[in-house]
């Protein structure tokens, strides 16, 4: 069964404070990790897809980063506006119909 | 930009009725997916399609059914509503036929509640 776990469930930062978010995924092997940012009441907003380890991508802020156990995405300086929830989702290579297995989110918090 | 368009943002049924949440997308996207999203639990797929008139079982179908007519739009109907399905849907389409790894794109959502 595939598995995504992502942590911290949730982080706080000043404006500024670069860090990183973790999405470690078990899955019978990987076609794609994707990572989404969600506001409030709001639909997940697609930011990333990684294919391969080793692979990176970046937009503004964030670089997300893939292992073949893992996923990052670094945040530098951020900025309130980043404040979101962040979630990653993998897709396996068996899986026919094109689904995803969500992570539970990483609710971020940036203050100025 | 894709654009996947839900019918309601907010809704309130009762207990017992028949509802139903729709969804459209703009991209000629084959692939469309109806998730719930509780808080706690994340995302859960109810529904998805992979073309007109076909449909598959998701993680959590019990309860739900959907209907695909056109390629546009995927509907999801509950059947009986009961308060458990009080919840935030999300619709979402992707591109690609088969072993497809193109990004899902998602709704604005509706947030259902069941009195």
């Known amino acids: 069964e595939d598995q995504v776990t992502q942590s911290p469930e949730a982080l706080r930062l000043q404006e500024g404070e670069s860090s990183s978010l973790n999405c470690s995924y078990t899955?019978?092997?990987?076609?794609?990790l994707f990572w989404y940012r969600q506001d409030p009441g709001k639909g997940p907003e697609f930011l990333f897809t990684?294919?391969?380890a080793g692979e990176e991508k970046e937009k503004e802020r964030l670089k997300a980063t893939l292992t073949k156990k893992e996923s990052f995405l670094h945040i530098t300086a951020p900025k309130p506006e980043d404040s979101a929830t962040y979630l990653c989702a993998v897709q396996a290579s068996i899986n026919a119909g094109n689904m995803l297995t969500f992570g539970g989110g990483t609710r971020l918090m940036v203050k100025p | 930009d894709v654009k996947v368009t839900q019918s309601s943002r907010y809704l309130v049924k009762r207990t017992g009725e028949k509802v139903f949440l729709e969804c459209v997308q703009d991209?000629?996207?084959?692939?469309m997916f109806w998730y719930r999203q509780d808080p706690g639990l994340g995302l859960r797929l109810i529904y998805f399609s992979y073309d007109v008139k076909m449909k598959e079982k998701g993680d959590i179908p019990e309860g739900y059914s959907v209907s695909r007519e056109k390629k546009e739009r995927f509907s999801l109907i509950l059947e009986s509503a009961s308060t458990n399905q009080t919840s935030m849907y999300l619709c979402?389409?992707?591109?690609?036929?088969?072993?497809?790894?193109?990004?899902?794109?998602f709704g604005d959502g509706t947030r259902l509640s069941i009195l």
């Open positions: 990684l294919y391969s």
């Open positions: 979402a389409s992707s591109s690609g036929q088969g072993l497809s790894n193109q990004p899902q794109h």
């Open positions: 991209m000629d996207h084959e692939n």
């Open positions: 899955v019978s092997g990987l076609r794609g």
